[in-house]
T-cell receptor, first 112, second 118 residues
């Protein structure tokens, strides 16, 4: 059984740029959630994807967007990067109807 | 709204002594609660979960947690700390989203950093 994988592991961007982060869900899981973890804080829910549609969203602006593909993998896109977007971005997969989410190792984004 | 409060931001114990990490929850219904652990520069690993079955939940690596409704608490314990337990621990509650067909979102506490002294 393959766990949740994310790429890249680290990324450096400058303010105003755009970034795409990728996530492959655990085998058999059809739901992907994204979280942002700023330094020294707990993860905050960004949004969730199920059946290739956004299924719920946290308190994040529209410049945070995502996609889910037929194989259940997912992308997180952030436009017009701001310094405060610097964080660890975590992807979690789960099976619809089940509450337990399994996390990937994260992508650490630094915005200069 | 669902929420969790971790009562200690830092806990330091000696190797071989008991560990207690405290968490209180707020929920309008019977909650599903989790503890996750995050080692430095790593993702989150599920330690254990409570989903309204037995109130004493056993997890991995010798950790356990007890759900106490009267105290709205879900404290994490381990009888004997090991150096490898040094990490950040998050108490988490599952929050239902009113959308059909998929799972809930997770709401995290602010974390407790556990240090284990030799």
């Amino acid at each position: 059984e393959t766990g949740v994988t994310q790429s890249p592991t680290h990324l450096i961007k400058t303010r105003g740029q755009q970034v795409t982060l990728r996530c492959s869900s655990q085998s058999g899981h059809n739901t992907v959630s994204w979280y942002q973890q700023a330094l020294g804080q707990g993860p905050q829910f960004i949004f969730q994807y199920y059946r290739e549609e956004e299924n719920g969203r946290g308190n994040f602006p529209p410049r945070f967007s995502g996609l889910q593909f037929p194989n259940y993998s997912s992308e997180l896109n952030v436009n017009a990067l701001e310094l405060d977007d610097s964080a660890l971005y975590l992807c979690a997969s789960s099976l619809s109807g089940k509450e337990t989410q399994y996390f990937g190792p994260g992508t650490r984004l630094l915005v200069l | 709204a669902q929420s969790v409060t971790q009562l200690d931001s830092h806990v330091s114990v000696s190797e071989g002594t008991p560990v207690l990490l405290r968490c209180n929850y707020s929920s309008s219904y019977s909650p599903s609660l989790f503890w996750y652990v995050q080692h430095p520069n790593k993702g989150l690993q599920l330690l254990l979960k409570y989903t309204s079955a037995a109130t004493l939940v056993k997890g991995i690596n010798g950790f356990e947690a007890e759900f106490k409704k009267s105290e709205t608490s879900f404290h994490l314990t381990k009888p004997s700390a090991h150096m490898s337990d040094a990490a950040e621990y998050f108490c988490v509650v599952s929050d239902a989203m009113n959308y059909g067909g998929a799972t809930n979102k997770l709401i995290f506490g602010t974390g407790t950093l556990l240090a284990v002294q030799p």
